[in-house]
């Protein structure tokens, strides 16, 4: 599994360059964008097509084929393999047959999007591409209404406008969001705001031009605070412990956060 640029040739790393040069076959989802990349970096390895379209067929095809002495390198059209791309069944063909596989890691759009966007980064889901359909959409968000981790989607430039729309409509105007657009190209651009400002921000600062990752902030968990305990607690502890190691202690024997239970108590009021 080879990882290739998603804009800016140089970040194809060195690796990655030999590992295409020594196979055998690169099965490429585009083979004709992949031959383009080939060209550049002055590498002759055959290419085969491995799609949607033909990836049960060809996926027995090439576990022959490696079953047989060749090496195989599977690309996407951008990016890692398997990211919202074909090549698990590959995979999984491979490994029954006890072929080894190994990822040469390359650039993701996932992560170069999360890494600028000033979201909580330490849990998040990917989602990829919404459904096309507008109640499909819906129900899609709707499942994801209550999620805390932060959302990333993919997103075309058609379909931008009614998926931020959508989003806003499900988990509040207000939700804190990030766009990405453009990764490592030329105009690569990002964006942040409410969902309900970057929707309005579409067509004018931000351009209806190219290829979309959207970040969403996950929904605020507020803690269920058992106020009667916590006071009880606070009230003990209190008697014989200084105010501010009172409310410290409590909150870590009832289970809350100790600003959540400084601003239960009102202490310092």
Not at 153 to 169: C, D, N, P, T, Y
Request: one cysteine or more.
């Amino acid at each position: 599994m080879v990882g290739t640029p998603i804009g800016n040739l140089q970040d194809l790393s060195p690796r990655a360059c030999q590992v295409l040069s020594d196979v055998q076959v690169i099965a490429a989802e585009d083979t004709r964008r992949t031959r383009g990349l080939l060209s550049r970096i002055g590498v002759q390895t055959p290419t085969i097509a491995y799609h949607e379209h033909n990836e049960e067929t060809r996926a027995v095809e090439l576990v022959e084929r490696m079953c047989s002495g060749e090496s195989v390198a599977l690309v996407s059209d951008a990016g890692m393999p398997l990211i919202s791309d074909p090549g698990w069944r590959l995979v999984r063909e491979a490994r029954r047959a006890g072929i080894e596989v190994f990822s040469v890691p390359g650039p993701s759009s996932v992560s170069a999007a999360l890494s600028v966007a000033g979201l909580p980064t330490d849990r998040y889901v990917f989602e990829g591409f919404l459904p096309r359909r507008k109640a499909e959409r819906a129900e899609r968000l709707q499942m994801l209404a209550a999620e805390s981790r932060t959302l990333v989607f993919f997103e075309s430039v058609h379909r931008i406008g009614a998926s931020l729309k959508a989003m806003g409509e499900c988990f509040g105007a207000d939700r804190a969001a990030g766009i990405a657009r453009e990764l490592t190209k030329l105009n690569e651009a990002t964006y942040s705001g409410s969902l309900a400002e970057l929707h309005a921000r579409l067509g004018t600062d931000i351009p209806l031009r190219g290829e979309f990752v959207v970040l969403v902030a996950g929904r605020k968990v507020e803690h269920e605070v058992d106020e009667v305990e916590l006071r009880r607690v606070y009230e003990l502890l209190s008697a014989e412990l200084a105010p501010g190691r009172a409310v410290s202690l409590s909150a870590r024997i009832v289970g809350v956060p100790r600003n959540v239970a400084y601003r239960v108590l009102r202490i310092g009021d």
